[in-house]
């Protein structure tokens, strides 16, 4: 199983050609996840999506490879791990306006080698100063980029 400790992701960079082939090839699927996290996440733990609670369905996924921001890549012998930082063009500038995902390439022996598939939308659930916990699906410019696994 890949993980952060046997695959090395490259440094954050503008996406390439084929991260942006790969985002096209599961955008749709990373739309209705994106969605589907949404409903099911506000009936029980809302604070994921607050940061994007104004925004109707429609905006929350109105984003296209001309926002895909930059890119982590790291390969392992399965395929290509593709880490990415998504801008939701509707969320306001002034917060959290940025989705992490995380795709697969499947290499030789996979399959469907060559052909992108959405692994998971990061979310964060961590521990706060005062004690309680920190919850969110919805990042800043600021966050970096890292492996996640949820």
């Known amino acids: ?14 996406p390439k050609e084929e991260s942006l082939k790969a985002f096209r090839e599961i955008e749709t699927e990373l ?64 917060g959290p306006a940025y989705l992490h995902f995380r795709a697969f390439i499947g290499g030789d022996g996979h399959d469907e080698p060559g052909v992108a598939k959405l692994h998971c939308i990061h979310t964060e659930d961590a521990e706060d100063p005062d004690g309680g916990r920190k919850y969110r699906a919805i990042f800043t410019k600021d966050d970096p980029l890292e492996w996640f696994d949820t």
């Open 1 to 14: 199983m890949a993980t952060a400790e046997t695959v090395e992701l490259n440094e954050f960079h503008p």
């Open 31 to 94: 739309q209705k996840t994106l969605l589907h996290m949404k409903h099911t996440y506000l009936k029980h733990e809302p604070e994921y999506f607050a940061a994007v609670q104004s925004l109707s369905d429609a905006e929350l996924i109105s984003f296209s490879s001309s926002d895909l921001e930059g890119v982590r890549v790291g390969v392992s012998a399965y395929g290509l791990h593709l880490f990415g930082k998504l801008r939701i063009p509707a969320a306001p500038d002034s």
